[in-house]
């Protein structure tokens, strides 16, 4: 279900800032990536929490102060319309519903949430790094002249 959906018109396009939540287990860090799409230039501020038995613990955040058990462990990589959290060390323990909280800066709008169910046999593995891991020389090579190879059919190979 849409949660923009039941909102008046005017407040439906604020919705749209967070287009996707997804978590997927990269070795043995949770990587969650809050995915956006970014309606205006200005500086973007970020939370990421986890709420469980009922109390939120923010894991890191430019918006509040994340908690000592996840500062240590928790890193986040800003790209283009994309927030992402990894969490080292996953373990059953870091169950529960993951927040991604976005705010740019001088925004009317107000926060932007989104929420996640993570639970650590549910999780996939992300995609794209695992067959690194295992095959980094080849495989990297393969990937740096990718672009060299478009042109030659594969099957020769």
């Not at 058990?69 to 890193?75: D, G, P, V, W």
């Amino acid at each position: 279900p849409n949660p923009c959906s039941p909102l008046p018109v005017l407040q439906a396009a604020h919705c749209q800032m967070i287009k996707d939540l997804s978590a997927c287990l990269l070795g043995q860090s949770l990587r969650v990536d809050c995915r956006y799409e970014n309606k205006t230039s200005n500086p973007l501020t970020y939370e990421f929490s986890i709420t469980k038995d009922n109390r939120k613990h923010v894991i890191h955040s430019t918006i509040g102060v994340s908690e000592n058990i996840y500062r240590s462990r928790a890193n986040v990589t800003m790209q283009k319309n994309l927030v992402c959290l990894y969490l080292q060390s996953f373990t059953t323990s870091d169950e529960g519903v993951y927040m991604c909280e976005l705010k740019a800066t001088n925004d009317y709008t107000g926060n932007q949430l989104k929420n996640i169910t993570v639970i650590k046999d549910k999780l996939e593995k992300c995609a794209g790094f695992s067959l690194l891991i295992q095959n980094t020389s080849w495989l990297l090579l393969l990937l740096l002249s990718l672009p060299l190879l478009q042109a030659v059919d594969f099957v020769s190979l």
